[in-house]
């Protein structure tokens, strides 16, 4: 329920945010950009502060809730609050206003994002020691991921698709979805009130305290210093990079270049989660057979292939062939993110079998901040870029004529930038080695199993 939660509530944003504060609010496809990236980065160094937080959580309350839950419940309330915030962003009569409120409702929004994702991560991770069972809970994790995106990307579509691009539309679309972030995170704490659960080590009496600053830069050294999370960090910001940039370009895509409304917007979403469900037992078959890491270089290429087939794509694109682009990236992304994480959780696995301490939190919210940096690095690029080839904002919500030069933007930002995101993301993962069976037996020697 946790990954249905926040992927509902980030794929809104991530889809229409950028088209609804440029088409909707007159504001510059630049500083669009530019408030995605400032507030990415600001929730970006949240991430390992709420991660060591919820590491170090005690108290009485944690014999009822452990350490993990009252996080959980926070960022259940403040993400559809920042998403009510966002899509009703009233008019105040000045670009400069609009600008400023966006930025409050989108950090709001940003940290009810991390309240969802650190511990849930760190909940996966310390719930089992077995790494094929690890990658089954990511399986699942996956599958709540993949309904989470059709709710936040394929429902909020087809809603606009029927109300119009209006800024009632918008709110409506922002509620709703709101109001199923909310229930699905307070039936998560309900039900995860008895999951599995792991205690931080008792610190040596007379230790002292470490000071926030030092603490962070404690932490930024020891996920640096775990070789096999830093490699796939690296290839994760790139995988990031590509998929926020291609899914935020889609919704300016379908309307400017193929000429096409929100309703195929929704579909193609559609799809790509049905497609993404429907393969994981696939994935999950061949990471057993062939490697998780395999997987995940085939995942990367061919994601990448459907990109720069967008190049080809025509005004009055065939729904074929718009569909089947959906379909084979659906099937697509169900393995980047299935191995992904699972190759993130051997290698979080890795530093509790070297180090003895249980610092999950810690590298989960390394993780989610690997995951913004790269959004926020992907909006900003887009947002600048399309800024610089002349792309024109408006108040209607309707898009304004674009230049040829906005259009080839577009364009790139949809094809040809993911595309390159992956390459180096693959290049990456050549450089990754550790071996689930050569975990399994460090655990069985350092008696951490």
Not at 156 to 181: C, D, E, F, K, N
Not at 224 to 248: E, Q
Not at 388 to 401: D, F, L, N, P, Q
Not at 418 to 438: E, R, V
Request: hydrophobic share 55%; proline share 5%; with cysteine.
């Amino acid at each position: 329920m946790i990954p249905l939660a926040h992927a509902a509530g980030q794929n809104v944003v991530t889809v229409l945010g950028l088209r609804f504060m440029t088409d909707s609010l007159a504001i510059s496809a630049g500083a669009a950009g530019l408030i995605f990236a400032l507030v990415k980065i600001y929730d970006g160094f949240l991430d390992p502060a709420v991660g060591a937080w919820s590491d170090r959580a005690h108290g009485r309350w944690t014999t009822v809730w452990g350490r993990r839950l009252p996080f959980l419940f926070a960022g259940g309330i403040a993400m559809p609050l920042g998403l009510a915030l966002l899509f009703g962003a009233p008019d105040l009569g000045s670009v400069l206003l609009a600008e400023l409120f966006v930025t409050l409702a989108l950090a709001i929004h940003a940290t009810g994002y991390t309240m969802l994702t650190i511990p849930g991560f760190a909940m996966v991770v310390e719930s089992s020691s077995d790494p094929h069972e690890r990658t089954r809970l990511m399986a699942w994790r996956t599958y709540g991921n993949a309904i989470g995106t059709l709710i936040g990307s394929t429902l909020p579509a087809w809603m606009l698709s029927l109300t119009g691009p209006t800024r009632g539309g918008h709110l409506l679309l922002a509620v709703t979805v709101g109001l199923i972030v909310f229930l699905a995170t307070m039936l998560a704490v309900r039900l995860l009130r008895q999951a599995p659960r792991t205690l931080p080590r008792a610190p040596e009496p007379g230790t002292p305290r470490v000071g926030p600053v030092r603490a962070l830069a404690r932490q930024i050294r020891l996920a640096w210093d775990n070789r096999p999370f830093r490699i796939l960090a690296i290839a994760h910001v790139f995988l990031l990079f590509g998929t926020a940039i291609g899914s935020a370009a889609l919704a300016f895509f379908t309307r400017v270049v193929v000429g096409l409304g929100d309703q195929v917007l929704g579909t193609y979403f559609m799809l790509a989660t049905v497609a993404m469900v429907v393969a994981m037992p696939v994935w999950v078959w061949l990471s057993g057979r062939i490697g998780k890491k395999i997987c995940y270089m085939a995942g990367l290429a061919l994601f990448g292939l459907v990109q720069l087939s967008w190049l080809a794509a025509q005004p009055g694109e065939s729904m074929v062939l718009i569909g089947v682009r959906g379909l084979v990236s659906g099937f697509a992304g169900g393995g980047m993110i299935l191995c992904a994480y699972a190759l993130l959780s051997d290698a979080v696995r890795y530093d509790y079998v070297c180090s003895g301490e249980r610092r999950e939190g810690a590298f989960a919210g390394f993780t989610t901040l690997f995951d913004k940096l790269a959004s926020a690095a992907a909006l900003a690029a887009m947002g600048t870029f399309l800024g610089a080839m002349g792309y024109v904002s408006s108040v209607s919500g309707e898009a304004a004529r674009q230049s040829p030069d906005a259009i080839l933007a577009i364009k790139l930002c949809e094809s040809a930038i993911p595309a390159a995101a992956m390459l180096c993301a693959i290049i990456a993962l050549c450089f990754y080695k550790l071996d689930p069976a050569q975990l399994q037996a460090m655990e069985l020697e350092s008696g951490h199993a």
